[in-house]
């Protein structure tokens, strides 16, 4: 069963190709540069012997989907173990991701008390014949998902059915779907539920976790980085943009899922603690030559560009010291000649936006 066709539908378990069921598989679960996978530093780092072995350890699923589970000593269970761990109803199938100390801290990190009683619990070690079902129905997965989208359209239902998950006994089968509206799908379920005679489970996600399933190559030419990193999704608004002095174009600022981009919050705190020195837009400078309007900060080199109130369209590039000295003057009506002075450049504004997003094809040519 180690076919290509297989390998693709545990690629998004943390596997390198499908599990045999008649073999180890200890070279099955890979470590990649993914957001699911950790790294043991606590790996090497012995337990005093009077501590008792943290009773919890990590399990995988598919695709963002990991739990914590207690299990006993006597399973003995390493990363990349294949285990049936309780579900509700019958039992599921998952790979260990992690084990020892460093759990706890993962529990706690996300709010999870390793002392309450609706953790469940891991059954065994995964049998030949857990092994072999839970292949039979993970080979299901995209051919249910097809289905269920023409079901869904036939009814004419405005949601979109991202994946499918079934269940490691073949008795539960998970849609995870999309919807911008709240959608009546009682008639769905009892389609789907002749259908593929199982039982279904609906959940709705949001369209940063569908972008995160189905990942994608955003605008930087990287991968998404809600499908290799990021875990949290933040809420993103345009002051975000505004606070970087970014262009506010709804196509340069929206990312695969049509939302904001997630990376506009990245350096968005630095950018409020930059323009903390700089003065308020609304200040404007007075000189005996005129009165100056703010245009501009350029933050990375602490620059703030003015024009005169009389000739808009030239642009004076003022350091940011300097401004301040300005506006000391002012406040003991004390007032320049010029801002010619306190100027590092002089600049004139172009009447013209590029809509296109493209530069000059020359740009790349060298000056004679």
Same mark, same amino acid.
């Given at each position: 069963?180690?076919?290509?066709?297989?390998?693709?539908y545990?690629?998004?378990?943390?596997?390198s190709?499908?599990?045999?069921?008649?073999q180890?598989?200890?070279?099955?679960?890979?470590?990649?540069?993914?957001k699911?996978?950790?790294?043991?530093?606590?790996?090497?780092?012995?337990?005093p %012997?009077? =501590?008792?072995?943290f009773?919890?350890?990590?399990?995988?699923?598919?695709?963002?989907?990991?739990?914590?589970?207690r299990?006993?000593?006597e399973? /003995?269970?390493?990363?990349?173990d294949?285990?049936?761990?309780?579900?509700?109803?019958?039992?599921?199938?998952?790979?260990?991701?992690?084990?020892?100390e460093?759990?706890?801290?993962?529990?706690?990190?996300?709010?999870v008390?390793?002392?309450?009683? %609706?953790?469940?619990?891991?059954?065994?070690?995964?049998?030949?014949?857990?092994?072999?079902?839970?292949?039979?129905?993970t080979?299901?997965?995209?051919p249910?998902?097809?289905?269920?989208?023409?079901?869904?359209?036939?009814?004419k239902?405005?949601?979109?059915?991202?994946?499918v998950?079934?269940?490691?006994?073949?008795?539960?089968?998970?849609?995870?779907?999309?919807?911008?509206?709240?959608?009546d799908?009682?008639?769905?379920?009892k389609?789907?539920?002749?259908?593929?005679?199982?039982?279904?489970?609906?959940?709705?996600?949001?369209?940063? =976790?569908?972008?995160?399933?189905?990942?994608g190559?955003g605008?930087?030419?990287?991968?998404?980085?809600?499908?290799?990193?990021?875990?949290?999704?933040?809420s993103?608004?345009?002051?975000s943009?505004? /606070?970087? =002095?970014?262009?506010l174009?709804? =196509?340069?600022?929206?990312?695969?899922?049509?939302?904001?981009?997630?990376?506009?919050?990245?350096?968005?705190?630095?950018?409020?603690?930059?323009?903390k020195?700089?003065?308020?837009?609304?200040?404007?400078?007075?000189?005996?030559?005129?009165?100056?309007?703010?245009?501009?900060?350029?933050?990375?080199?602490?620059?703030?560009?003015?024009s005169?109130?009389?000739?808009?369209?030239?642009?004076?590039?003022?350091?940011?010291?300097?401004v301040?000295?300005i506006?000391?003057?002012?406040?003991?009506?004390?007032?320049?000649?010029?801002?010619?002075?306190?100027?590092? *450049?002089?600049?004139?504004i172009?009447?013209?936006?590029?809509?296109?997003?493209?530069?000059?094809? *020359?740009?790349?040519?060298?000056?004679?």
């Amino acid at each position: 069963m180690n076919t290509n066709s297989d390998n693709n539908y545990f690629l998004s378990r943390g596997c390198s190709q499908a599990p045999d069921s008649h073999q180890k598989n200890d070279n099955v679960y890979k470590h990649n540069c993914s957001k699911l996978d950790t790294y043991d530093w606590l790996k090497n780092i012995p337990i005093p %012997e009077t =501590q008792a072995k943290f009773d919890c350890i990590e399990i995988r699923f598919k695709n963002s989907r990991k739990e914590f589970y207690r299990t006993v000593p006597e399973l /003995n269970l390493i990363v990349g173990d294949f285990v049936a761990v309780e579900a509700s109803p019958g039992h599921d199938i998952g790979i260990v991701s992690l084990t020892g100390e460093l759990v706890r801290l993962q529990m706690k990190k996300k709010n999870v008390n390793p002392k309450s009683e %609706e953790i469940k619990k891991v059954y065994r070690k995964a049998r030949p014949n857990d092994i072999e079902k839970w292949l039979a129905a993970t080979e299901l997965e995209n051919p249910t998902m097809l289905k269920a989208r023409k079901i869904a359209a036939d009814l004419k239902l405005e949601m979109k059915i991202n994946d499918v998950e079934y269940q490691g006994d073949k008795t539960k089968v998970i849609f995870y779907y999309t919807a911008e509206e709240r959608v009546d799908f009682r008639e769905l379920i009892k389609i789907f539920a002749e259908k593929f005679m199982i039982r279904i489970e609906m959940r709705q996600i949001g369209v940063r =976790q569908e972008a995160c399933r189905l990942g994608g190559i955003g605008s930087c030419g990287r991968e998404l980085c809600c499908s290799t990193w990021l875990t949290n999704f933040c809420s993103v608004s345009t002051n975000s943009a505004r /606070n970087q =002095q970014l262009p506010l174009n709804p =196509q340069k600022l929206a990312g695969q899922c049509g939302k904001l981009k997630c990376c506009l919050n990245y350096e968005n705190d630095c950018y409020i603690d930059a323009l903390k020195e700089f003065p308020s837009k609304n200040i404007n400078l007075k000189t005996k030559k005129g009165e100056a309007i703010h245009q501009k900060n350029d933050l990375l080199s602490k620059t703030v560009w003015y024009s005169y109130i009389d000739d808009p369209s030239n642009l004076l590039a003022i350091p940011l010291k300097e401004v301040w000295k300005i506006i000391e003057l002012n406040k003991k009506n004390n007032f320049p000649e010029s801002l010619n002075g306190f100027a590092k *450049t002089e600049g004139k504004i172009e009447f013209f936006e590029n809509a296109v997003g493209q530069d000059d094809l *020359t740009r790349f040519d060298k000056l004679k």
